[in-house]
C-alpha cells in the first residue's frame, strides 16, 4: 500500500511518544511558559524528541514542523528541565544522550515544502496539565495535501462520554484508504466512519474545554442553527477530530475568540485530525466554507475558525455562519 512505510514509523512513534505522556502526567508535570505565555512541559519536549528521531532515521531527507524548539532548554535556566527531559527520552532510547535530545527537538524546525511532517508533541498542553485529554498529532503533507495522519490520544476511552471501553486510542488515515482506530494494545485496527444524520443519539457537537480558544456563545448558537440542540461536549486537543471521525460527534466548531480576533490556526493543531475525519467520510474547511492551506506556512494566515462535520450538516453550518 502507499505510504505504509511512512504509516508504520508515525504509528510506532506515536505510541512510544504515548508512552513517555502517560508515565510524565501521572507523575504531575511542572509546566514551563514559553515566549507567547502559553505552557509547555518536559513531556512535549521529550514527545518531540522521539519522534523527530524516528522521522529522521527513516525519512532523512523529510522535514518536520513541530511546534516546539530546544531554544530555551538550551539555556542555563532551564539546565534541570533539560535533564527531565532526557532521562524520560533514555527510557525509551537508552543511549540517547543530551545533545542528542536537544538535535532531535530541533529537527523539528523545519519548513513547509513539497514534501514535509507536521508534529504536534502534545496538543491540548492544557488538558494534559489538568489530567484530562491531549493527542500526539503527526501528518505528513505533500504537494499540499495531507497523504497520512496519526493521532494518539492515550485517555481518550472507546465511548467518549461515558468513559467505557478501552482507554488510550490511535486514530490512523492514508489519503483514500479510509480511517481507522487502534486501541493501545491492540493489535487488530477497526474502520471508523461519521456519524449518520439520522443518529439523533450521537448528533451532538464539541468543542474546547478552553474557552478562550473558541467562540462559545457563537458556537452554541450556529450548532443550534444547524439541527444540533444538546449541550456540546467539550474536549481538550484533537481528541475532538477522533469524535467526530468515530460518529460519537456530528460537529466540531472552533471560531475566533472575541478576545483573539487576529488569531491564526497553526497546521499541527489540526493536519493529522482533518484526514482522519475526511477518511471517515467528514468534511473539514475554515468558517467561510473554504479548504484549510497546508503548505502555506505553519500558520494558516488564509483561513479564520475551523468547522468540522460529518459532512451532510456542513454546508447548514456554512450558511448558519453566514458570512
Ligand atoms: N486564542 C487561541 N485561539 C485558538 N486556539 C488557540 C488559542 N491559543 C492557543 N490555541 C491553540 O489551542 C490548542 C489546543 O486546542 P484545544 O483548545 O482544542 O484543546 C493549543 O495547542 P497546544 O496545546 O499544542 O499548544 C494552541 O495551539
Ligand atoms: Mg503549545
Ligand atoms: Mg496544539
Ligand atoms: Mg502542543
Same mark, same amino acid.
Given at each position: ?5 511512512? =504509516? ?5 512513534? $506515536?505510541?512510544?511518544? !504515548? ?16 515566549? #507567547?505565555?502559553?505552557?509547555? $512541559?518536559?513531556?512535549?519536549?521529550? @514527545? ?10 527513516? +525519512? ?5 514542523? %513541530? ?90 476511552? *472507546? ?21 481507522? =482506530? ?13 456519524? #449518520?444524520?439520522? #443518529? ?7 468543542? @474546547? ?23 456540546? =461536549? ?27 480576533? %487576529? ?14 475525519? *475526511? ?8 468558517? +467561510? ?19 468540522? @462535520? ?5 454546508? !447548514? ?7
Amino acid at each position: 500500500m502507499a505510504y505504509e512505510a511512512e =504509516l508504520q514509523v508515525a504509528m510506532a512513534a $506515536t505510541l512510544a511518544a !504515548a508512552k513517555l505522556c502517560q508515565k510524565v502526567q501521572a507523575e504531575i508535570p511542572k509546566a514551563l511558559e514559553k515566549k #507567547d505565555r502559553t505552557p509547555v $512541559t518536559i513531556a512535549d519536549y521529550g @514527545s518531540q524528541a522521539l519522534i523527530c528521531r524516528a522521522i529522521a532515521a527513516a +525519512f532523512p531527507n523529510d522535514a518536520i514542523v %513541530g511546534e516546539e524548539d530546544a531554544v530555551a532548554l538550551r539555556s542555563a535556566e532551564q539546565a534541570d528541565t533539560l535533564v527531565h527531559v532526557a532521562q524520560q527520552v533514555r527510557e525509551l532510547v537508552p543511549d540517547a544522550g543530551t545533545q542528542d535530545v536537544l538535535n532531535w527537538i530541533d529537527r523539528g524546525n523545519g519548513t513547509v515544502g513539497d514534501r514535509f511532517w507536521t508534529l504536534d508533541p502534545i496538543d491540548g498542553t492544557k488538558g494534559f496539565l489538568r489530567g484530562e485529554q491531549y493527542a500526539i498529532a503527526l501528518a505528513l503533507v505533500e504537494a499540499g495535501e495531507i497523504k497520512v495522519g496519526v493521532l494518539g490520544c492515550p485517555n481518550l476511552t *472507546e465511548d467518549i462520554e461515558t468513559g467505557a471501553g478501552t482507554r488510550g486510542l490511535l486514530f490512523l488515515a492514508v489519503r483514500g484508504k479510509g480511517a481507522q =482506530l487502534l486501541p493501545f494494545g491492540s493489535q487488530a485496527a477497526r474502520p471508523i466512519r461519521v456519524v #449518520d444524520p439520522d #443518529d439523533a443519539a450521537n448528533l451532538r457537537f464539541v468543542e @474546547s474545554v478552553e474557552s478562550a480558544h473558541g467562540d462559545p456563545a457563537r458556537q452554541a448558537a450556529i450548532a443550534k442553527a444547524a439541527g444540533i440542540a444538546s449541550p456540546s =461536549l467539550r474536549i481538550d486537543s484533537q481528541c475532538k477530530y477522533g469524535a467526530v471521525a468515530s460518529g460519537q460527534a456530528a460537529l466540531y466548531l472552533r471560531l475566533p475568540s472575541p478576545k483573539t480576533p %487576529g488569531y491564526r490556526e497553526n497546521i499541527w493543531d489540526h493536519a493529522a485530525g482533518a484526514i482522519v475525519v *475526511e477518511e471517515a467520510g467528514g468534511r473539514v474547511t475554515d468558517m +467561510f466554507g473554504e479548504p484549510l492551506e497546508w503548505h502555506k506556512g505553519a500558520k494558516m494566515l488564509n483561513n479564520q475558525g475551523v468547522v468540522v @462535520s460529518n459532512g451532510p450538516i456542513h454546508d !447548514a453550518v456554512i450558511s448558519a455562519l453566514g458570512i
